[in-house]
């Protein structure tokens, strides 16, 4: 029979593999469902921090405005990530990741129509990698709940890479940062 103290110290080093996975390596697709609700509530974050520097710092209003729906999409399917880990006993750690530092030193050395294109790149890149992940999770998540929050949240990131789009094209973004 395991000792407790043993699962426990066990537990913990599970739980900080993680945390410092989904902190280290956000390309990498988490494998188990706790691993892909950190690191959804970790993007999720970084999409509602950069928006919010857009909605103070873009020049078009078009960008502001569609920067202000980032934020509140991504805040309500972040609240809907808190929910379904918290049925699990999962809890997630604030610290922002080096991509998301390296993406704020970015927005943060633009101005005017170069911040406007560097933010909707931005929005572009990370929203073509969440729809493959997402695309991926739908077949492969054994949790119903988290499935089928999955599943409902592929169209909105779907509609949120259209209008992305659509704001690179009258923004002059370059082409090969749409097409992705």
Same mark, same amino acid.
């Given at each position: 029979m395991?000792h407790p103290?043993? $699962?426990?110290?066990c537990g913990?080093a599970?739980s900080? *593999?993680l945390?410092?996975w989904a902190?280290?390596a956000?390309?990498?697709?988490?494998?188990?469902?706790e691993?892909f609700?950190q690191a959804?509530?970790a993007?999720?974050?970084?999409?509602?921090d950069l928006?919010q520097?857009?909605t103070?710092?873009?020049e $078009? &209003?078009?960008?502001?405005?569609?920067?202000?729906?980032?934020?509140a999409?991504?805040?309500?399917?972040?609240? &809907?990530? !808190?929910?379904?880990?918290?049925k699990g006993?999962l809890?997630f750690v604030?610290e922002?990741?080096?991509? %998301?530092?390296?993406?704020?030193? !970015? %927005?943060?050395a633009? $101005?005017g129509?170069?911040?406007?294109?560097?933010?909707?790149? %931005?929005? %572009?890149r !990370?929203?073509?990698k969440d729809m493959?992940e997402l695309?991926?999770?739908?077949?492969?998540?054994?949790n119903q709940e988290?499935?089928?929050? *999955?599943t409902d949240?592929?169209? *909105?990131?779907?509609g949120?890479l259209?209008?992305?789009?659509?704001?690179?094209s009258?923004?002059?973004?370059? &082409? &090969?940062?749409? !097409?992705?």
């Open positions: 395991a103290i043993a $699962s426990l110290v913990i599970v900080v *593999v945390i410092s902190m280290a956000p390309d990498v697709p988490p494998k188990t469902t691993g609700l959804s509530a993007g999720q974050q970084q999409h509602i928006g520097i857009a103070q710092k873009a $078009s &209003e078009q960008v502001k405005q569609f920067s202000a729906r980032m934020v999409d991504h805040q309500k399917a972040r609240k &809907e990530v !808190e929910r379904l880990a918290s006993g809890q604030n922002p990741s080096d991509s %998301l530092t390296a993406m704020k030193a !970015e %927005l943060d633009a $101005s129509k170069g911040f406007d294109r560097a933010y909707i790149t %931005l929005v %572009l !990370e929203h073509a493959k695309e991926k999770r739908a077949g492969q998540e054994k988290v499935r089928q929050w *999955v949240a592929v169209p *909105v990131v779907k949120h259209a209008e992305a789009k659509t704001l690179a009258s923004l002059g973004v370059p &082409e &090969e940062h749409v !097409e992705q």
